[in-house]
């Protein structure tokens, strides 16, 4: 994908194959820094099992440069708000492919795993505007 189809695209996230293609690197490069130290990659990411997925408008802000640091907590918050409803709409997802499967997928576990990834993700988003605070103040 080209910066542009990515600006163009109705996708809220994107792959690290997608975001490599951009930034010229190695995808599994995303993938193994996403889960083992997310701040240093520079952009937000989200973290599900061994799903990696990248906020497109995010994404976009940090390939801007100064842009991202403009974030106000209201942009994060709304931002955080984006990741969590699609996080939740592929998580449904991927609990129909499951039924479709045979398998049960109880209540209890899917709350588990809502809980789980809003965790990782609430601490990924304050991790990521304490970062932005810090660049900004220096």
């Known amino acids: 994908m080209t910066r542009a189809e990515i600006e163009l695209s109705a996708l809220e996230f994107l792959t690290p194959e ?3 293609g951009i930034i010229g690197c ?3 490069a995303i993938n ?5 130290d997310p ?10 099992g061994t799903r990696v997925r990248i906020p497109r408008r995010a994404f976009l802000r940090w390939l801007d440069g100064d842009a991202a640091r403009a974030m106000t907590d209201e942009q994060v918050r709304a ?6 409803e699609a996080l939740m709409r592929e998580l449904d997802a991927r609990i129909s492919d499951h039924r ?3 398998k049960v997928v109880t209540t209890r576990e899917k ?3 809502i809980k789980a990834a809003e ?8 991790e990521y505007v304490e970062d932005m605070k810090r660049e900004g103040a220096e």
């Open 100 to 102: 479709g499967e045979g």
């Open 39 to 48: 701040a240093k990659l520079g952009f937000p990411v989200c973290v599900m």
């Open 18 to 20: 997608q975001a490599a």
């Open 32 to 36: 193994v820094q996403a889960k083992e």
């Open 79 to 84: 931002e955080f708000d984006r990741m969590r």
């Open 119 to 126: 965790g990782r993700n609430a601490q990924r988003v304050r």
């Open 111 to 113: 709350l588990e795993a």
């Open 26 to 28: 190695n995808p599994y």
